[in-house]
């Protein structure tokens, strides 16, 4: 397992994803589902939080996230009007629990920071969802060295590839930037292997 020492010092810059990087995803969405089946049981009496709950729980360790709400729609016959609702909480969403960062991915953001380095979090999510993710892990105390960026709002805007655009943004060059992601997130990246790359199971 990699720590920050292992790392080569020429490295000025660290870009990460978000999901499953920083912190697993699941611990979103699992929330997300929870407060959805409170707010059905609440507003329409059935069924019960707890099955609905167990069931989006099984399904998304199953299937994943990908039409999650039709699933449970056809097994308990929730109606199509609160499809809304589900859509919208995962942007509004305001969790019971903080998010908490891997372990040892909050250890590395750490020792970056302490050799003043960049930190940049780059998500190829939907802004609004990511923002709120954001908004609720707890980054003890990180949260202010962080710059974060978003490549459905560089892309299409700026017609550049969302690393030319950080490296230009900070004057660095290629080789002073290393990407921190995973496989679900390499596509967030412009030929990553022309680039400094690490997958972050080598860290966790």
């Given at each position: 397992m990699?720590?920050?020492r292992d790392l080569n010092p020429k490295y000025k810059a660290f870009v990460?994803?978000?999901?499953?990087?920083?912190?697993?995803?699941?611990?979103?969405?699992?929330q997300v589902?929870?407060?959805?089946?409170n707010f059905i049981e609440f507003t329409e009496g059935s069924?019960?939080?707890?099955?609905?709950?167990?069931?989006?729980?099984?399904?998304?360790?199953?299937?994943?996230?990908?039409?999650i709400f039709d699933r449970a729609k056809d097994a308990f016959g929730i109606d199509e009007k609160y499809r809304d609702n589900f859509n919208r909480l995962h942007t509004t969403a305001r969790l019971p629990l903080k998010l908490l960062l891997y372990p040892?991915?909050?250890?590395?953001?750490?020792?970056?920071?302490v050799d003043r380095k960049e930190i940049i979090i780059l998500t190829n999510g939907l802004p609004e969802i990511q923002i709120?993710?954001?908004?609720?892990?707890?980054w003890n105390g990180l949260e202010k060295y962080l710059k974060?960026?978003?490549?459905?709002?560089?892309?299409?805007?700026?017609e550049l590839d969302a690393i030319s655009y950080i490296l230009k943004q900070l004057n660095l060059k290629e080789h002073e930037l290393l990407i921190i992601s995973s496989e679900e997130t390499d596509k967030e990246f412009t030929n990553p292997i022309t680039l400094n790359y690490l997958n972050i199971s080598e860290f966790i």
């Open positions: 990699l720590t920050y990460f994803s978000l999901d499953n990087v920083l912190y697993p995803e699941q611990d979103y969405l699992l589902y929870y407060l959805f089946s069924p019960v939080a707890t099955d609905l709950i167990d069931f989006f729980k099984n399904a998304y360790l199953k299937h994943g996230s990908e039409g040892n991915v909050l250890k590395l953001l750490q020792d970056i920071i709120n993710k954001i908004m609720q892990t707890e974060v960026y978003y490549v459905k709002e560089i892309v299409p805007e700026l």
